[in-house]
Nanobody, 122 residues
Framework: VQLQASGGGLVQAWDSLRLSCAASGRTFSSYGMGWFRQAPGKEREFVAY????????YYADSVKGRFTISRDNAKNTVYLQMNSLKPEDTAVYYCATYYSGDVYAVGSFNSWGQGTLVTVSS
């Protein structure tokens, strides 16, 4: 599976953005999908996860209530709606396909998109 993330940009605090991640291949609906982010000088961290059926989602505490992950299997796309953005949300955001293990762990995901930069100014 190849992944292409898009939708990043420069916004002000409290603004909203929606990230998209388009996947190639016919098996997109078979994968759980995750969003991670990496701020400058920091390790990549978990943001959100959605199971292939869309029924189950998980969020990092730092984004819970502000971010929403969703997917459209007919379009082979997973989304991350980000509301009430804060400067500390500034990072490169990556989408990834889930492989096995802890959904909060980077190592549990085996295909990664190239990332899209989100910059939130105060």
């Amino acid at each position: 599976v190849q992944l292409q993330a898009s939708g990043g940009g420069l916004v002000q605090a409290w603004d909203s953005l929606r990230l998209s991640c388009a996947a190639s291949g016919r098996t997109f609906s078979s994968y759980g999908m995750g969003w991670f982010r990496q701020a400058p000088g920091k390790e990549r961290e978990f943001v959100a996860y959605i199971r292939r059926s869309s029924v189950i989602t998980y969020y990092a505490d730092s984004v819970k209530g502000r971010f929403t992950i969703s997917r459209d299997n007919a379009k082979n796309t997973v989304y991350l709606q980000m509301n009430s953005l804060k400067p500390e949300d500034t990072a490169v955001y990556y989408c990834a396909t889930y492989y096995s293990g802890d959904v909060y762990a980077v190592g549990s995901f085996n295909s990664w998109g190239q990332g899209t930069l989100v910059t939130v100014s105060s």
